[in-house]
């Protein structure tokens, strides 16, 4: 009798175990079906998708290009970093694999005045490498190509306390930190070649943003080259 009992429960639990092994084997096949849909290619159609700001990330999660009509901030450090930008600007920034803002492309302005930049950013510091930038007004209509010192490693700049300070709002108020201080101090053109107003030039600088030799061709059609001294002075020229 108890051995007759012990078999038919021995059954209960074969048929028992079956069907939970029959259910997991489903639930399994569903899920390898739904991943393997998910990992494919998925495309969806919009006719227009309205939104203030586009994020596109790499296989890491990374963010790597931002589309945005929003630019109060600025990626840094893994922060966003508060900065000062002209009116109305939309843009589409660039990202190191670090999370860094590399560079970008922005337009904007007002009915008094238009403009649109190009720049790409030095490594591990928020200072621009390479820009270009055209500005229309009803009396200035200039586009020019700039090449910006790089930054200097005895400048004392740290982004820890650079970091610091943008958390503390020292950024923005008409009293920067000494890390803002130090970024400013770097912010040098040493390259400039334009056209402004019908004039070509290409301005050489030193180290200190003084212009040292200017070549240009102005809107008289005079070549002029020009070498000045470190006040402004023009030390030599020669016109033709």
Do not use: C, W
């Not at 809107?219 to 001294?229: C, G, R, S, T, W």
């Amino acid at each position: 009798m108890n051995t007759h009992s012990n078999y038919d429960a021995i059954k209960q639990q074969n048929r028992l175990l079956k069907s939970v092994v029959t259910i997991i084997g489903i639930f399994s096949i569903i899920l390898i079906i739904s991943a393997f849909k998910s990992s494919g290619t998925n495309v969806q159609h919009f006719d227009e998708i309205v939104v203030k700001k586009l994020t596109m990330i790499d296989s890491l999660g990374t963010e790597r290009i931002r589309m945005t009509t929003d630019l109060t901030t600025a990626p840094f450090g893994g922060e966003e970093i508060e900065r000062n930008v002209p009116p109305n600007m939309a843009a589409i920034i660039f990202i190191g694999p670090d999370g860094d803002e590399v560079g970008g492309i922005g337009y904007g302005g007002t009915k008094e005045m238009s403009f649109a930049l190009n720049s790409l950013d030095y490594t591990g510091v928020p200072l621009e490498a390479i820009g270009y930038n055209r500005i229309q007004t009803p009396e200035t209509s200039a586009a020019h190509f700039v090449v910006l010192d790089s930054p200097r490693k005895d400048a004392g700049f740290d982004k820890k306390k650079f970091l610091e300070e943008a958390r503390n709002s020292k950024i923005n108020t008409n009293e920067p930190g000494e890390q803002l201080k130090i970024l400013q101090s770097q912010m040098v053109s040493r390259v400039n070649l334009g056209v402004e107003n019908h004039n070509a030039a290409l301005t050489l600088y030193d180290s200190k943003q003084n212009a040292r030799i200017i070549l240009k061709v102005d809107d008289n059609d005079e070549a002029v080259f020009q070498i000045l001294d470190e006040k402004g002075n023009v030390v030599h020229q020669y016109s033709k």
